[in-house]
């Protein structure tokens, strides 16, 4: 069975400081992991894969195999960063996404 | 263009009715999948439809069932609903199906069991 665990219902931090949105994942095989993002109102949409090793509005995020983790990471928080954030899974071959329960981060001015 | 549609955006029906649910996709898109999000279990993966085919099916009773027509248009039906069932249903589609490449969601269909 595949599990993805955010301990975090909600984080707070201040404008300008780091950020760091923890993912912990369960999966026999190689798993492919996402973040996904919803702002106030908006749709949820894809922010970043790991397989792209990409670096979106600023975040990034490293898959550790030996910890299985996903976390999400940004040096200086921004205010627009405030929004609900999803750790999801989907395992080789498969069509499905197995979500976390999100972590909501508020970014205070 | 344009993004995945849903319809409606709300809807309120009494237990033991039946709904069905329409998702629109992008123009092109043919896989098309369908999650539940509830404040308590969260995102829930219901099922995924490519070229009318069901490939994934999430652990669902029966009562909740899909389809998908050659336009790549899908519809989702609940049936003897349970006040358990209210929820946001989201539909999500891709080229293909592969996570790698995308999936784009609709705002979702607010399901109220009354």
């Known amino acids: 069975a595949q599990r993805v665990t955010q301990p975090e219902k909600l984080l707070s931090v201040f404008k300008g400081a780091p950020v760091e949105l923890k993912c912990n994942y369960s999966?026999?095989?190689?798993?492919?992991l996402f973040w996904y993002v919803q702002y106030s109102r908006q749709r949820l949409q894809l922010l970043l894969r790991?397989?792209s090793r990409e670096s979106i509005k600023g975040f990034t995020a490293d898959l550790n195999k030996g910890e299985t983790s996903f976390h999400l990471k940004k040096p200086f928080a921004q205010e627009e960063d405030s929004a609900m954030y999803y750790c999801?899974?989907?395992?080789?071959?498969?069509?499905?996404?197995?979500f976390g329960k999100g972590t909501k981060l508020s970014v205070i001015p | 263009k344009a993004g995945v549609t849903q319809t409606p955006r709300y809807l309120i029906k009494t237990r033991g009715q039946q709904v069905t649910l329409s998702c629109s996709p992008i123009?092109?898109?043919?896989?098309v999948s369908w999650y539940q999000q509830t404040p308590g279990q969260g995102l829930q993966f219901l099922f995924e439809?490519?070229?009318?085919?069901?490939?994934n099916k999430g652990n669902f009773p029966g009562r909740f069932s899909g389809r998908q027509f050659s336009n790549s248009r899908s519809e989702m039906n609940v049936s003897t609903l349970e006040l358990g069932d209210s929820a946001l249903y989201l539909c999500?589609?891709?080229?293909?199906?592969?996570?790698?490449?995308?999936?784009?969601f609709g705002s979702g269909t607010r399901l109220t069991v009354v």
């Open positions: 999500a589609s891709s080229l293909s199906g592969d996570h790698n490449y995308g999936y784009t």
């Open positions: 999966y026999s095989g190689s798993p492919e």
């Open positions: 790991h397989i």
């Open positions: 999801a899974l989907s395992g080789a071959g498969s069509y499905q996404l197995t």
């Open positions: 123009s092109g898109h043919r896989s």
């Open positions: 439809y490519f070229s009318e085919t069901q490939r």
